[in-house]
């Protein structure tokens, strides 16, 4: 394994733990001092409300358990098998420490409580957690990777 290749392992998997560890704390924080259900007043139109998920993110498609819990592994293996297949092109160890920081964070959640934690609330927004927001930025950054590559292809060619 060359030394790119092993460093951008070693850069997604400590992404990934950061916001496993970031996403479990703050998490935790707001369950001690938040109220199921209760709404406090950010900035602006941010707010923070305790709620629980039993759905994928963004509370879209209810239900738990195993289902939930195999897809979410499942969703981890492409990414780490996507990231496998040329880990030192720049941004993959972002979007996959990214996406297995979240993952693994909602993942952590529905094996211990049943639930997932969710706590940001915007306007016409369903409730969210820091994963998602590592979820999210996750896939938008694989996806630009992609489509950039797919756009130097066809120059190239």
């Given amino acids: 394994m060359s030394d790119r290749v ?5 850069l997604a998997a400590l992404l990934a733990v950061f916001v496993l560890v970031v996403d479990q704390v703050v998490k935790e924080v707001i369950a001690h001092h938040i109220v199921l259900g209760e709404q406090v007043d950010v900035l602006g139109p941010l707010k923070l409300t ?6 994928v993110a963004f509370g879209l498609a209810s239900g ?3 289902g939930l819990i195999l897809v979410t592994v499942i969703a981890l293996g492409v ?4 990231f496998s297949r040329d880990p030192a092109r ?13 993952a ?3 993942l ?11 706590f940001i609330e915007l306007p016409h927004w369903p409730p969210f957690n820091l994963a998602d927001c590592a979820i999210t930025c996750g896939v938008v950054i694989l996806l630009v990777i992609y489509v950039r590559e797919a756009e130097r292809a066809e120059r190239d060619s």
Avoid: C, I, K, Q
Avoid at 6 to 10: N, Y
Avoid at 50 to 55: K, R
Avoid at 79 to 82: A, S
């Fill in 6 to 10: 092993a460093r951008a392992w070693w």
């Fill in 108 to 118: 952590l959640d529905r094996l211990r409580h049943g639930h997932v934690t969710d």
């Fill in 50 to 55: 305790l709620t629980h998920n039993e759905g």
């Fill in 79 to 82: 990414v780490l098998w996507l």
């Fill in 64 to 66: 738990s358990g195993v």
């Fill in 104 to 106: 693994l964070g909602n």
């Fill in 90 to 102: 720049p941004g993959m160890w972002v979007a996959t420490g990214l996406l297995a920081g979240g």
